[in-house]
T-cell receptor, first 112, second 111 residues
Framework: DGGITQSPKYLFRKEGQNVTLSCEQN?????MYWYRQDPGQGLRLIYY???????QKGDIAEGYSVSREKKESFPLTVTSAQKNPTAFYLC???????????FGSGTRLTVV | GIQVEQSPPDLILQEGANSTLRCNFS?????LQWFHQNPWGQLINLFY???GTKQNGRLSATTVATERYSLLYISSSQTTDSGVYFC?????????????FGGGTRVLVKP
């Protein structure tokens, strides 16, 4: 079955550490997105990529980095510069304009 | 940037009841989607509906782009309809096919 796989489901990070969240899709979609969700809130865009080897900052990119070396993969690194990283992170993809998004099941990151 | 407001913020329904959720947006859009987030956090795309009306089973949606709002109708609600419903829009003036999300409507359907 086609879909988006995010791993791990739960991640604990010590302050000052960088961590990388994985997002893999087998839908052959060109565009991929990372969103952050805080408790009781909507989603906010961190980064997005419309094509391999290209990505753009979203509304809250500070303290995060991404890469898009393969069409299937769009990993997100939460760096130590991110002041409040505890949140639910969601990855999405879509084949282009005029189509709906497909979301992965998310990664819950907690700073301990 | 574009603003998205959803109402009501919370909704409690008895099983079998009908309801309407509203999404208002502040500028012209070229993309509007409705999602359901289940209690485990999974987001499911319900509709891609930048304009017009669509139906899928007990759910239907209408977007009136010229008046900058969209409505999601739930008929004969079931307990499995519980969760958070999000509206998300794409600004015609923004580059990329990116979405701005509203704050959601939390729905609880009681048996």
């Amino acid at each position: 079955d086609g879909g988006i796989t995010q791993s791990p489901k739960y991640l604990f990070r010590k302050e000052g550490q960088n961590v990388t969240l994985s997002c893999e899709q087998n839908l052959n979609h060109d565009a991929m997105y990372w969103y952050r969700q805080d408790p009781g809130q909507g989603l906010r865009l961190i980064y997005y990529s419309q094509i391999v080897n290209d990505f753009q900052k979203g509304d809250i990119a500070e303290g995060y980095s991404v890469s898009r070396e393969k069409k299937e993969s769009f990993p997100l690194t939460v760096t130590s510069a991110q002041k409040n990283p505890t949140a639910f992170y969601l990855c999405a993809s879509n084949p282009g304009a005029d189509y709906g998004y497909t979301f992965g099941s998310g990664t819950r990151l907690t700073v301990v | 940037g574009i603003q998205v407001e959803q109402s009501p913020p919370d909704l409690i329904l008895q099983e079998g009841a009908n309801s309407t959720l509203r999404c208002n947006f502040s500028d012209s859009v070229n993309n509007l989607q409705w999602f359901h987030q289940n209690p485990w956090g999974q987001l499911i795309n319900l509709f891609y509906i930048p304009s017009g009306t669509k139906q899928n089973g007990r759910l239907s949606a209408t977007t009136v782009a010229t008046e900058r709002y969209s409505l999601l109708y739930i008929s004969s609600s079931q307990t499995t309809d519980s969760g958070v419903y999000f509206c998300a829009v794409g600004d015609v003036k923004a580059a990329g096919n990116k979405l701005t999300f509203g704050g959601g409507t939390r729905v609880l359907v009681k048996p």
